[in-house]
């Protein structure tokens, strides 16, 4: 089973390059994140006509989240993280495809910090940590997949002491990250390259592409469950590379059956 998370920088603008890849790559589950959509206007046609069943919570701007599932239907379970009735960004849903457990997450950035938006990012965060705890006491296969907004080490960042004030990559956030792990998630990118220097995501800015100056934002994480399964952790950086491309490229992970 191969799961990627995506985040698309708009999935109707580069639906193109999506469809490109999704007809390459084959993933059998995709989390989209950043749809810049609202709810009627995702392109559910094109997506099915690749192949692929849906379910999304879409919003302008920069929001918006979905998951992709290759010849079946993703059964939702939830679309928003639970603990504030008033945040109503689009940055979560979860569906059951396969006997797994698949969240998309698009975390706030945060910046500028300090400021009411990094004062967001962490109390999002705090929800999402109290919403996984409760997924992991189910003791099902889950995956959590999407952009994090969080760089958590000095290997996942081009210049780390260029980074060290900016939402991204602050104390508070990394702390946030290793809270995660040690609720007992598996980060498969880090788990099966633990030296490696790996990125996923390049500034359109500053040739950033061009210098691999780039920033690993974009994670998946694995319930104790489903982590023994874990065989193939990588970035499909070819996708950055080709005109119109989102700042992110696909990163996937296989799993035994």
Not at 191 to 218: K, V
Request: aromatic share 10%; with cysteine; net charge negative.
């Amino acid at each position: 089973m191969k799961i990627a998370t995506f985040n698309v920088n708009g999935v109707n603008g580069r639906l193109p390059l999506l469809i490109e890849w999704l007809e390459e790559a084959k993933p059998d589950v995709v989390c989209l994140q950043e749809l810049k959509a609202p709810q009627d206007k995702f392109p559910r046609k094109a997506i099915e006509d690749a192949g692929y069943g849906a379910v999304w919570n879409g919003q302008k701007s920069w929001n918006g989240v979905a998951i992709l599932s290759r010849g079946v239907n993703p059964v939702q379970t939830r679309r928003e993280l639970p603990g504030d009735d008033e945040d109503l960004h689009a940055r979560y849903i979860e569906a059951a495809v396969q006997g797994v457990l698949i969240a998309c997450l698009y975390a706030p950035n945060g910046n500028p910090s300090p400021g009411p938006k990094f004062d967001y990012k962490l109390a999002w965060y705090k929800r999402f940590l109290v919403h996984i705890q409760a997924l992991l006491d189910t003791e099902a296969p889950v995956v959590l997949a999407g952009d994090y907004n969080i760089m958590p080490t000095d290997l996942d960042v081009y210049k780390p002491e260029r980074w060290r004030d900016d939402a991204l990559f602050r104390p508070e956030v990394r702390e946030i990250f290793q809270q995660i792990i040690d609720q007992g998630w598996t980060d498969a990118i880090r788990t099966l390259h633990p030296d490696e220097r790996i990125y996923t995501f390049w500034d359109y800015f500053r040739n950033a592409w061009g210098r691999d100056a780039g920033l690993r934002l974009d994670h998946l994480l694995l319930s104790p469950s489903i982590a023994p399964r874990l065989q193939r952790a990588e970035v499909d950086r070819h996708v950055r590379g080709r005109e119109h491309a989102s700042d992110h490229a696909p990163t996937w992970i296989e799993i035994a059956d």
